[in-house]
């Protein structure tokens, strides 16, 4: 299978990255031709794309770009809606085939700022994910109302409903760092023959891990998160990358050179994965491939799941 990918700061490099060790032919861009999938976090005109894709269609464009639009489509859901204002506790997440949904559901709790206990500047450090086999009753609250809007829009892509307890703030139908190496950690399927499966309509489950936690941390260098010029990190080696950890790393701005070693491309290195049956767990196993990398100015957080622990296990 052919596939074109549309991201920008390196968000969907380790999907290209993992679909080409699968075997299919990847390129970046934001046209369709024959024969291929086009997949987006981005928001695209489906128009002059040539056709829709996974997270490409009128209507993500639409819900990007007017809050009218969005208001009006939680009016006809029937959504019951929060305050935009009030903080966001937690998300719904889950595939849609263009038909209905695919399972399982996800909750997530995402980490908005850069240093420990929520502090600094806003901006996600990492994701902490539940995964639950049979449908939830907060998904039926809140997500699986758009249902009939979803269908009607032929939507195919990854959904997710940001939530205060049972109450919808936001919808995002793409795509979101990095929560979505959070699930992916716990798919037990080749993905590129799965998201083919999920636009044609055919894919009604995916398989997952029988663990029912998964952590992602994101591993950044300065000037991360500033928009500054290249720091002196910029180029140097990932040390500790190797083939034994690279199913848990995510890598996003970096390159290889000649001789085929990865080195740092910017800002952020990538995101850092582990599975488990409890969020403890996640985390020390998260943060153990961490300590194995050698790479100098490295930042993250180390209290990514501690919000989570306090959330995901009450949610039902």
Request: proline residues 5%; glycine residues 8%.
């Amino acid at each position: 299978m052919r596939f074109v990918l549309s991201y920008s700061r390196g968000s969907l490099f380790s999907i290209e990255d993992k679909l080409r060790r699968e075997g299919h032919q990847v390129t970046k861009g934001h046209m369709t031709t024959t024969g291929t999938l086009l997949i987006s976090d981005v928001p695209l005109d489906p128009i002059r794309c040539n056709g829709e894709g996974i997270g490409v269609s009128r209507f993500t464009l639409l819900l990007a770009r007017s809050e009218e639009y969005e208001e009006s489509i939680k009016i006809a859901a029937n959504l019951p809606i929060s305050d935009t204002s009030t903080e966001i506790t937690h998300s719904i997440g889950c595939w849609f085939n263009g038909i209905d949904f695919v399972f399982p559901v996800f909750a997530i709790v995402d980490d908005n700022y850069f240093m420990d206990r929520n502090r600094g500047y806003p901006c996600i450090m990492g994701s902490t994910v539940r995964v639950f086999k049979e449908p939830p009753k907060i998904f039926t609250d809140t997500l699986w109302k758009l249902k009939s809007c979803l269908r009607g829009a032929n939507f195919r892509g990854f959904m997710i409903v940001d939530c205060v307890n049972s109450l919808a703030v936001k919808i995002y139908p793409h795509f979101r760092a990095d929560s979505i190496y959070a699930t992916m950690e716990s798919m037990q399927e080749e993905l590129g023959r799965t998201l083919v499966e999920i636009f044609n309509g055919g894919k009604k489950s995916i398989r997952c891990c029988k663990y029912e936690y998964s952590v992602a941390v994101r591993i950044s260098v300065p000037p991360y998160p500033y928009p500054r010029p290249p720091f002196e990190s910029f180029r140097k080696d990932i040390k500790g990358y190797c083939e034994g950890n690279a199913k848990h790393i995510w890598l996003r701005e970096v390159n290889k050179d000649e001789k085929g070693r990865w080195k740092i491309a910017g800002g952020i290195i990538g995101v850092v994965t582990a599975r488990g049956d409890t969020i403890k767990e996640c985390r020390r196993r998260a943060y153990r491939t961490i300590s194995n990398l050698d790479i100098e100015w490295l930042q993250y957080r180390q209290d990514i799941g501690m919000k989570a622990s306090e959330i995901l296990p009450t949610l039902s």
